[in-house]
């Protein structure tokens, strides 16, 4: 088979680690991977479905290469998270499509785009993995050249009644830490200095056997994989995301005791209300959470916070989101992602009515973007006369001096390049604090 195929990725890193398998499956069974859906025999967009807009995106961009390939169409696939909840309703609802792949049929990719070649009509798979398949991507296939992404655990269980994730991902399912931690020597060894353990919910690893865990100690298996990933050597390790009812005091013990676990915990609240928070069934209240912050925020070493929260979702009152403005204003968030609530279609959540009107929305999330700007500005400016390690990704857009990249604790570094290139490691001086980043200077590269 010698077909081209263009591969578009929306959504979380999870898509972007199912894109880099379904690239290598691609490659070895024959296909091209081109950049150019002007010119692919096959299109293929790897969807996200979390809010309406995300979801929206795909039959934007269907549209588009329709326009783009009037004189000879492509065969056109959506593969993700639209794919597994919409299922053959695409065929109808988008003529364009030929393929529709689920969320676990990336494996089965090259088959199913095989038979769409060969002239049959609506080819779908929304099944499960096979119990032989594979995760692994060799260090070779990755989207980025200098941060790697290792998913742990896939699905989710938690069925928090706004989310439509676990309908779209399926069951939990963990990954052997001995798979694991393979994968990241063979990163390590090529040359990758940053990876991140992704996962719905990392925290809530728990794989079928002890295999690779053995001799690292911890109360939770992913307290213990912290520690086993800590140990390949790995230079900067970084997991996301964590559930904070699963988020035990053993994870912030494992950081404090490895300087490779980087300092940086995302653990999002999603509200401040007791009310909201039970009507999402997110499994905690408002002091549970805070219970967790304080433990981070006691730890030896400082480590960045993150979140993310819903406005508006239905039956929120100005009382209860005054609740989400005590909470954060009480944690000082290094970086908070702000989100409307968008009805999901089949969650539970759906059922009840949207009820905050969409100025409401608006209001509320202006209010929590300034609040949180001025949280940020003090935590920034603390940044400025320290020492930070920072990972070159790539050249700034913004200019053409700089070189931007994370730091350890997460947050976005740029610097001169003279003197470092992407892939270096730079022990910065930050000399300035903006207003979703620092600026700094190069002290050393390595
Ligand atoms: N597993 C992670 C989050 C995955 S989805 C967790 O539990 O924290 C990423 C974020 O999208 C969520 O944290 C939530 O803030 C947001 N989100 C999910 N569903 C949403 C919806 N229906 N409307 C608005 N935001 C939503
Ligand atoms: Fe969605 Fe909740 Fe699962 Fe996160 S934990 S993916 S918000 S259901
Ligand atoms: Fe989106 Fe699916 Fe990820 S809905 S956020 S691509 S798990």
Same mark, same amino acid.
């Given at each position: 088979m010698s077909a081209t195929v263009y591969l578009e990725t929306f959504g979380c890193q999870m898509n972007v680690a199912d894109s880099e398998r379904a690239a290598v499956r691609l490659r070895g069974a024959g296909f091209g991977l081109t950049n150019s859906a002007e010119t692919a025999d096959v299109i293929i967009f790897n969807t996200c479905s979390v809010r309406e807009r995300a979801a929206h995106k795909v039959f934007t961009r269907i549209g588009e290469v329709r326009r783009l390939r009037l004189a000879k169409e492509p065969i056109v696939g959506v593969m993700g998270c639209v794919a597994q909840l919409e299922g053959g309703d695409l065929f109808n609802n988008s003529p364009s499509v030929d393929l529709v792949v689920g969320t676990r049929a990336t494996d089965r990719l090259p088959t199913l785009i095989g038979r769409a070649l060969n002239g049959e009509q609506r080819v779908i798979d929304l099944d499960e993995r096979a119990e032989t398949e594979k995760w692994d991507v060799p260090a070779t296939a990755r989207t980025s050249k200098y941060v790697a992404f290792v998913p742990i655990i896939e699905g /989710?269980?938690?069925? /928090?009644?706004? /989310?439509i994730v676990p309908y779209s991902r399926g069951r939990e399912q963990s990954r052997p830490a001995s798979e694991i931690v393979a994968e990241m020597k063979e990163l390590r060894d090529y040359g990758y200095r940053e990876i991140h353990l992704i996962g719905q919910n990392v925290n809530s690893y728990r794989p079928k056997t002890e295999a690779g865990l053995e001799g690292f100690t911890g109360v939770t298996p992913f307290c213990r994989l912290l520690r086993a990933a800590a140990a390949t050597g790995m230079e900067r390790i970084k997991f996301t995301t964590s559930f904070p009812r699963d988020f035990h005091p053993d994870i912030v013990a494992a950081i404090e005791d490895h300087e490779n676990l980087c300092e940086w915990v995302h653990l999002p609240a999603q509200s401040g209300s007791n009310r909201v928070l039970r009507a999402m069934r997110r499994g905690h209240t408002a002091a549970d959470y805070l219970c967790r912050i304080a433990t981070i925020k006691n730890a030896r070493r400082r480590i960045a916070i993150t979140s993310d929260i819903i406005v508006g979702f239905p039956g929120e009152t100005d009382a209860d989101f005054r609740e989400t403005t005590r909470l954060v204003k009480q944690v000082g968030y290094d970086a908070l992602y702000i989100f409307k609530y968008s009805e999901r279609s089949g969650t539970p959540a759906a059922r009840l009515d949207d009820d905050v009107s969409q100025s409401t929305k608006t209001d509320r999330f202006l209010e929590l973007e300034n609040l949180q700007q001025s949280i940020q500005r003090k935590v920034y400016d603390a940044y400025v006369g320290r020492e930070t390690r920072v990972l070159a990704e790539r050249n700034s857009t913004k200019s053409n001096d700089d070189i931007t990249g994370h730091s350890t604790c997460h947050k976005v570094v740029n610097f001169p390049r003279a003197f470092v290139r992407a892939g270096q490691v730079a022990t910065v001086r930050v000399t300035e604090a903006k207003v979703n980043s620092l600026y700094g200077e190069v002290l050393s590269a390595n």
């Open positions: /989710c269980n938690k069925f /928090c009644t706004y /989310c």
